[in-house]
């Protein structure tokens, strides 16, 4: 986040890509296209790419580890060493473990967990190309790779970003408009439960500011949810 002023992100309403403020990239979706997996999904806005697979569930090993009550879901982030304009270091990172986290949690309050003490769920979400909002599109995979492997749920976790630009609050921010923005706000709902799930900034705002972009960014993920439905009931 870094404003570049000899970069023009906003002219006469539109978005350096021709973008409205209000408008998502253009979005993708696929449900079981892995056949080893449990479960997988697939999902793309604009040039932002991941696929998701689902293991499980399954007995939890180290036992120490196991909830008596409750099963857990271990979710694993990775960006792909081909996936940006640098080659990435391949293996874990600070910012995946992160990010790894930060989806567990948004992902584990849809799924009814209690239905399987002692076990694990395992979530892979892998992006295969990055541009912006990385982490909204491996969770848009992911939920798809839940839903596809039959684990019961309240519901798709859906996911998209809001931010600023030239003072501006807009939708889905792709990776200029993230780097040289002001602020980059990812959240992910149950579009179900109306439960945000995730929530994230980078970035400086104030109170009315950040009122338009979650209203910006709750729409963006309710568009993301029938996406999710549509390719999961093409599977069926
Ligand atoms: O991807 P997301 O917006 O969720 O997370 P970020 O940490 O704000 O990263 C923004 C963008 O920076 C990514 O989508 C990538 O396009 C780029 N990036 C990169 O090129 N190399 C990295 N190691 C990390 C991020």
């Given at each position: 986040?870094?404003?570049?002023?000899?970069?023009?992100?906003?002219?006469?309403?539109?978005?350096?890509?021709?973008?409205g403020?209000?408008?998502?990239?253009?979005?993708?979706?696929?449900?079981?296209?892995?056949k080893?997996?449990?479960?997988?999904g697939?999902?793309?806005?604009?040039?932002?790419?991941?696929?998701?697979?689902?293991?499980g569930?399954?007995?939890?090993?180290?036992?120490?580890?196991q909830?008596?009550?409750?099963g857990?879901?271990?979710?694993?982030?990775?960006?792909a060493p081909?996936?940006?304009?640098?080659r990435?270091?391949p293996?874990?990172s600070r910012?995946?473990k992160?990010?790894?986290?930060?989806a567990?949690?948004?992902?584990?309050?849809?799924?009814?967990?209690?239905?399987?003490?002692?076990?694990?769920?395992?979530?892979?979400?892998?992006?295969?190309?990055a541009?912006?909002?990385?982490?909204c599109?491996?969770l848009?995979a992911g939920?798809i790779?839940?839903?596809?492997?039959?684990i019961?749920?309240?519901?798709?976790?859906?996911?998209?970003?809001?931010?600023?630009?030239?003072?501006?609050?807009?939708l889905?921010l792709?990776?200029?408009?993230?780097?040289?923005g002001?602020?980059?706000?990812?959240?992910?709902m149950?579009?179900?439960?109306?439960?945000i799930?995730?929530?994230?900034?980078d970035?400086?705002?104030?109170?009315?500011?950040?009122?338009?972009?979650?209203?910006?960014?709750?729409?963006?993920?309710?568009k993301?949810?029938?996406?999710?439905?549509?390719?999961l009931?093409?599977?069926f």
């Amino acid at each position: 986040m870094g404003k570049n002023k000899d970069m023009d992100l906003l002219k006469n309403g539109k978005r350096i890509d021709g973008r409205g403020k209000e408008d998502l990239r253009e979005l993708e979706a696929k449900a079981g296209i892995l056949k080893r997996a449990d479960g997988s999904g697939y999902f793309r806005m604009g040039n932002t790419e991941a696929v998701a697979a689902v293991f499980g569930p399954r007995e939890l090993h180290p036992k120490h580890k196991q909830k008596p009550q409750r099963g857990i879901l271990q979710c694993r982030y990775n960006l792909a060493p081909f996936s940006v304009d640098d080659r990435k270091r391949p293996g874990p990172s600070r910012r995946g473990k992160e990010i790894g986290k930060v989806a567990e949690g948004a992902l584990s309050s849809a799924v009814f967990l209690e239905e399987f003490p002692t076990a694990t769920i395992d979530v892979y979400m892998e992006v295969i190309s990055a541009d912006a909002g990385t982490r909204c599109v491996a969770l848009n995979a992911g939920s798809i790779a839940l839903a596809d492997a039959g684990i019961p749920m309240k519901g798709l976790i859906s996911s998209c970003a809001a931010g600023k630009i030239e003072d501006t609050p807009v939708l889905d921010l792709k990776g200029e408009e993230d780097m040289n923005g002001q602020v980059d706000l990812p959240i992910a709902m149950n579009a179900e439960t109306g439960e945000i799930t995730l929530l994230q900034m980078d970035g400086m705002t104030d109170i009315e500011e950040m009122d338009e972009m979650m209203d910006l960014a709750i729409k963006g993920c309710k568009k993301v949810a029938e996406k999710q439905k549509e390719a999961l009931m093409e599977t069926f």
